[in-house]
């Protein structure tokens, strides 16, 4: 791979974002069926004490994180990992037959808290607007069509929410079509409203968040399924020109983005759909075998992300085997690095340098390289970022500049007159100094 071009950003980036991050980002507490007590016990408290120690001790872990961002990202590491041995722990000798049961009782429980506590949350900055809006997926009828074996696997039945994100200088001329993060199998939109809110608001824009199909309860191509009938609402109901729609996710949400462009380009010639302006992908997952590279294994990593003992990974539990269930790992419409790269939109995408996914940022740099017509894609890589380090923006340099090249970004695809700094630069290294 090419080596990236250093790009050093100005601290004066910052201050235009004060104002509309403050009060605004809420970290979700990753899913798990431990008792609140024993998390702070386990995990959370010992947690605090090594990072404050460590701090003392050795200095920050990277030069650009502050105390506030240690503490926040030691803590959910601890939770994850904490949850990691309590799987093992609670899936012990569990037979084969009672394994779905219990999953999804953990599940529910699990999603049920993040959710149930994130309702309390207010964003009291003036000119937010949240509304919601759902759709029957059986008034989108056959809308899938790959003429493959997965479009048998396509549940047509029930309603698909979403949520509205606007401010009150959004414009009606610009839509983010966003998907929130969470391994498939956990979050939703108003765990993402941190950064929807801000998007709209920095952006001037609208964001419609999707609140499509979690596993184990609905695997793949489900979650697929419903970000295509999202993407039709607006184009053929809504009649928003796709030239003003971008595409945008995290994680999860951020391969669910390139997967939709993958479908856009190979079948929405049948159904009549143009590709969508851009899309702007937040440390996307986008190799759900888990065998782009050796982030993936790498132990010295303080990301919060467990690394993988094992890949592809074999646990039946792990996240991408319940969401892919019985299709391979590396079906290039859940897992879009072993597809194509060829003929796409124009692309953004951001990768913290101490991130598990790492390596698919790298690969995808490669295959843009390679096989991509044109030089429209950007791939930014944050030295001191981790996973989705723009979720932390209030107390993250890397989460503030990297929200800030997303709101230019967009500005670039939507008003063709402003200088082109951050579309179609290629590779490169973006530093925070």
Known sequence: MAQPVSSNAPAAVFEAFEEALEGE??????PTDT??????????????????????????????WNYPFEVAIGAIRSVLYHQKAHQKELFQGVKPSERRAICLEKMGKARKRIDGGLEKNRYSKEGIHFEPVILERSGFPSVFKTNTEIDSLVDETGSLDMEWVSHKNSSENRVVLYFHGGAYCAMSPKTHRGITTVIARTAKCGVLAVNYRLAPEFPFPSALHDALISYIYLVKNLKVSPDRIILAGDSAGGGLTAALLHYIRDYGSTLDLPQPA?????SPWLDLSSTSGSSWTDKTLPDYIPYFENTPPKEWWDPSRLYMDKVSLKHPLGSPLWGSWEGLPPILAHYGGLERLKSDGEMVVQLLQEQAREKNWTVEFFPGGCHV???FMT?????RLGMEHIRRYMEE??????EKKIYGQGVRTVRVR
Do not use: C, N
Not at 25 to 30: A, E, K, N, R, S
């Open 35 to 64: 008792s609140l007590f024993a998390l702070a016990a386990e995990a959370i408290v010992p947690s605090f004490f090594k990072v404050t120690v460590d701090r003392v001790m050795k200095g920050p872990t990277y030069p650009t």
């Open 278 to 282: 851009a899309a702007a992908m937040l």
């Open 395 to 399: 107390v993250s340099h890397e989460g």
């Open 389 to 391: 380090f723009h979720g």
């Open 413 to 418: 695809i939507w008003d063709k007159s402003v």
């Open 25 to 30: 980002v809420t970290i979700g507490v990753p």
